[in-house]
């Protein structure tokens, strides 16, 4: 009998009350009547099975008279309903973009089968731990190592590929026959590289990425077997990899084998591989490093100079991203549940509004029989009607918000552009808006649950309960709070950004156009050839109207920041200890000129350096200042690149790594002095032009021009100088002003929340304040009291969230370009904003309090 | 046919209700004789359990086909644990529709050859 019982408490509570005694007797009675055990287990398993479905019945009918109930309640105040589900909306969006983003770049494995066994390889040296390893490196490394499965090498690079359409300059992917076997993707045509695709004079073989092989070849699977030009020597098409397959970055359109000449292994200092390997089932992490020190250890005993202090850092595919991108994203989390908070507490306070403006009525029906816990449910479906209306909302908000997230995908990882909205992002939506109807809808019901009762009906019940209005006012001072977080937090962003764009880069980017030539091998083998190349290009260039000069570098400032060589200057010996590096740059003569970077002293690289004649070099008054501080450096000699260097001029420094990194001395070589054969892969080919007009409206022309020079000659990477200086700080300024677009709308949030609260008092204290106007107070007075109140939860919620902001900053330090935690004007604009949304919240009330008149409001109690 | 019962209309009853309707026909009834009766009626083959039987009673009362009456038996037959329901003229009309659905249903299944035309 206890146990049927039981049961019953899986009814509503109501229906419990009304018929679960009478059930009970019926049930004695059927028991009783039946004969034997038999009998008895019959009935029990019956009447145990018609109450678990008849129990859910009745939940569903109450439920559904419930939301019938708050339909139509919430259809009569329509303001408040469209505030919440407004509220909500942007609760749960923020939320559900956010982490829909930081799922694709920072949670979600990547897209290769078994990716958590997927490990990269670098060469680690004090001060920096990640660098290419030299193929000889990587042949000792992958010979001596016993907890790789397999280990490959690739190399990005850009091919040209000619025919089949203009020609085109396209990202690739040089790869060992090991790497893509070892990511597990299957070719969606054709097969991958075999291990005799990758030796030295194999013939030569191409993949295609699915986009490249449906733009440029229609999708036609006819395409195997078809020989292309890269770099002018003809390719094999053997396969094409499938629809969202990126490696080793996305981008990537196509990809060759990595060969290695007989002599690529003899110079240990050739650093430009990057390595990725498969750990055998069943080791860690821990144990790959272990044994990758003890190899390293041994190569650095065998070859003391080039091996100096040369260890080997194993870290997860996955993890390959870099610190501030990883940075960003948090902290756009932590402002997304800043929103979240501000707009639950908001919720709760609406809501509690709602139920104490609406207790009279809840009283009346408690009155006419409705069951407590029938008023307690009822309110929770109506926070749960409104969390799932606003809820869907969101995810609209989501889904029209990630695209505009995009730019914080970082493109150096092997995934797509924005993510997908998939089960993962629905379940957090789900998740988001159920903890957001938790947290606002199940406060004001259980607070009816406990106070409806019969003083509600009595009038002038309004001055009930000091302790409501607590939890009301703990409520704003929380808002106001995570508002003054979120201020704090974009506007130190904001502070960063502006130092960094203010940033002198050492030339002026205004009005030069950029793009790049790349001449292939081996056609342009020979430097005569290149030079003749540029010569032809630029007499014509610098022949157009508003163009005012034009040359070729190796690599445009910022757009590359590597091309480092050691320097040695006398007894300065070259070595990996100390800072006696700089960058190497191949121009022709007008480079200073078309980007306005001062000459010191002496002159650039002229025509007249020819590759027969002494080798010269401009570098850079760091460089200067680092070997010669004291003395004239025109005429002095070092050792770079292969050979002793001349000083013919001194130049202002660049920020070649942009504004954010330390950028090294920089050394300028004549174009013509590029060694044939050698170093090949610093000769110029990006073209810089400087005109007075449009220098985007030159494009055609000069697209005319190339082609006239060499018809075959594809153009790439055209850009402005200034949109390669913008794209230095453009995950800077999307986060800026994302972040202050939040913080906008938490203030906005908390500027409701503390209105809503102060109107609420004013109606609740209306009988008080006209006895103190009746008493001679003057309206000055009563505004003073009203907004007295505003200002002291204010003045809380600003203490609160500087502390509470400070920290954030701290936290995210390395993202504030050493724009300090603890900024002043940050906080003191901060600080005012705030000031300024409380008075703006509370002037309306206040104005009316002072406004009402006090015989009126006296009669009406 | 057409329907010669109220203006308003009347609900579509279930299988338990329309049996509830039909034991209360002629009786009022306490919620284990309402079992009994229909027990009987159907020769046993159609026993209601207390769950199905009390939310059925709950629609029925909402719905306005049933009341729950104050008479009482009895005192030396009563239990005060017991509350007693009476048919509403609305609910003889509900179950007097559902009647005429089911014959309906029947006469067209024998149409058909479904069940055997009556001797």
């Known amino acids: 009998m206890g146990l049927y019982r039981a049961l019953l408490t899986l009814y509503p509570r109501s229906f419990r009350a009304e018929y679960g005694s009478e059930m009970c007797a019926v049930f004695e009675q059927r028991r009783r009547s039946a004969g034997g055990a038999a009998g008895r287990a019959v009935v029990w398993l019956t009447e145990g099975g018609d109450v678990l479905i008849n129990a859910a019945a009745t939940h569903w009918d109450l439920a559904r008279q419930d939301l019938r109930f708050t339909a139509r309640a919430l259809a009569r105040t329509p303001g408040f309903t469209l505030t919440a589900i407004l509220v909500i909306a942007l609760g749960v969006g923020a939320n559900t973009a956010a982490f829909s983003v930081a799922d694709f770049v920072l949670l979600r494995p990547l897209p290769y089968p078994g990716s958590d066994r997927l490990v990269k390889l670098w060469e680690g040296r004090p001060g920096y731990s990640r660098n290419e390893v030299s193929p000889a490196n990587y042949r000792d490394w992958k010979s001596a190592g016993t907890v790789f499965e397999s280990m490959g090498a690739y190399n990005p690079i850009e091919l040209n590929l000619v025919g089949e359409g203009d020609p085109d300059r396209l990202e690739a992917a040089a790869v060992t026959a090991e790497v893509l076997p070892m990511l597990r993707v299957e070719p969606a045509l054709g097969r991958v590289f075999a291990a005799a695709d990758d030796r030295e004079g194999a013939p030569g073989t191409v993949l295609l990425s699915q986009g490249l092989w449906q733009s440029r070849f229609g999708g036609d699977a006819g395409v195997l077997g078809r020989r292309v030009m890269l770099d002018g020597t003809p390719h094999v098409v053997i396969g094409v990899m499938p629809r969202g397959f990126h490696f080793p970055r996305r981008g990537v359109a196509l990809w060759t084998p990595l060969m290695f000449r007989a002599d690529a292994f003899e110079d240990r200092d050739d650093n430009y591989l990057e390595l990725v390997a498969r750990l055998r089932p069943g080791v860690s992490l821990q144990a790959a490093r272990a044994e990758m020190a003890v190899v390293a250890g041994r190569l650095e005993r065998e070859y003391p100079r080039e091996n100096e202090q040369t260890g080997a850092t194993v870290i997860r595919l996955r993890d390959e991203l870099p610190q501030q991108s990883r940075l960003l994203l948090l902290t756009l989390c932590g402002a997304a549940l800043c929103i979240l908070l501000i707009a639950c507490s908001n919720l709760a306070n609406l809501l509690l509004a709602r139920t104490l403006a609406r207790q009279k009525e809840l009283a009346l029906r408690t009155a006419l029989g409705a069951g407590r816990d029938r008023l307690v449910r009822q309110l929770l479906t109506e926070s749960v009607l409104l969390a799932a209306m606003g809820g869907g909302l969101g995810l609209l908000v989501a889904v029209m918000a990630v695209p505009l997230l995009a730019r914080l995908v970082p493109d150096a990882l092997p995934i797509g552009q924005a993510p997908s909205l998939d089960v993962r992002v629905l379940l957090f939506a789900g998740l988001i808006t159920g903890v957001t109807a938790v947290g606002f809808g199940v406060l004001p019901a259980l607070r009816a649950g406990r106070d409806t009762g019969l003083e509600g009906l009595r009038d002038g019940g309004g001055s009930s309960g000091g302790r409501k209005q607590r939890l009301r006012a703990v ?106 590096t700089a960058s190497l740059r191949y121009i022709t003569p007008d480079f200073f000129k078309t980007l306005e970077i001062p000459l010191r002293a002496g002159r650039g690289p002229a025509e007249s350096d020819r590759l027969d004649g002494p080798a010269v070099a401009a570098v850079s008054e760091s460089f200067v200042r680092r070997y010669w501080p004291d003395a004239d450096p025109l005429g002095r000699t070092f050792e770079f690149a292969f050979q002793e260097r001349t000083v013919v001029g001194v130049v202002g420094d660049i920020l070649v790594r942009g504004p954010e990194q330390a950028s090294e001395p920089q050394v300028y070589l004549p174009a013509t002095q590029v060694p044939d054969g050698s170093i090949i892969y610093y000769t110029p080919k990006d073209l810089v032009v400087r005109s007075s007009l449009d220098p985007t409206a030159l494009l055609p022309t000069i697209r005319d021009i190339v082609r006239r020079v060499d018809p075959e000659q594809p153009i790439s990477n055209v850009r402005t100088m200034e949109e390669i200086v913008a794209e230095q700080t453009a995950s800077r300024a999307v986060q800026a002003r994302l972040l202050g677009s939040l913080a906008a709308v938490a203030l906005l949030l908390a500027g409701v929340g503390i209105h809503g609260l102060l109107s609420y008092t004013v109606s609740n204290r209306a009988r008080e304040l006209a006895v103190r106007m009746a008493l001679g107070a003057r309206r000055r007075d009563i505004l003073a009291i009203v907004l007295g109140q505003g200002i002291r939860l204010a003045a809380a919620g600003v203490a609160l969230g500087v502390v509470l902001a400070h920290a954030a900053a701290r936290a995210m330090a390395a993202l504030l370009a050493s724009v300090g935690p603890a900024d002043s004007a940050t906080l003191a604009v901060a600080g005012v904003l705030c000031l300024a949304m409380v008075i703006a919240g509370c002037f309306f009330p206040a104005l009316r309090a002072s406004r009402a008149d006090p015989m009126a409001a006296i009669k009406a109690e | 046919m057409p329907d010669p019962s109220p203006a308003v209309p009347v609900p579509q009853l279930s299988p338990a209700a329309f049996h509830i309707l039909v034991a209360l026909a002629d009786d009022d009834r306490h919620g284990y004789a309402i079992i009994q009766e229909v027990a009987a009626r159907t020769g046993g083959e159609v026993m209601l359990g207390a769950a199905t039987l009390y939310r059925s009673i709950q629609r029925l009362l909402e719905q306005g086909l049933i009341l729950e009456t104050r008479e009482r038996p009895a005192p030396e037959l009563d239990d005060q644990r017991r509350r007693y329901y009476r048919i509403t003229p609305r609910g003889r009309a509900a179950a007097r529709a559902e009647a005429r659905r089911l014959q309906q249903l029947v006469e067209l299944a024998r149409a058909h050859g479904i069940v055997p035309a009556r001797a």
Do not use: C, H
Not at chain 1, 531 to 548: M, W
């Open chain 1, 475 to 580: 409520l704003v001072v929380a808002e106001v709070m995570a508002s003054v977080v979120l201020l704090v937090s974009s506007g130190l962003l904001l502070r960063a950004l502006w130092r960094v764009q203010s940033l002198d880069p050492g030339f002026r980017s205004e009005g030069v156009l950029t793009l790049r030539t790349a001449l292939p091998l081996p056609k342009y083998d020979s430097t005569a050839r290149r030079v003749e190349f540029y010569r032809r290009v630029l007499t014509e260039v610098a022949a157009l109207p508003g163009v005012q000069s034009a040359a070729y570098i190796s690599f445009l400032p910022m757009a590359m920041g590597g091309g480092i060589w050691p320097v040695s200057v006398g007894d300065r010996q070259v070595g990996r200890r100390g800072n006696n």
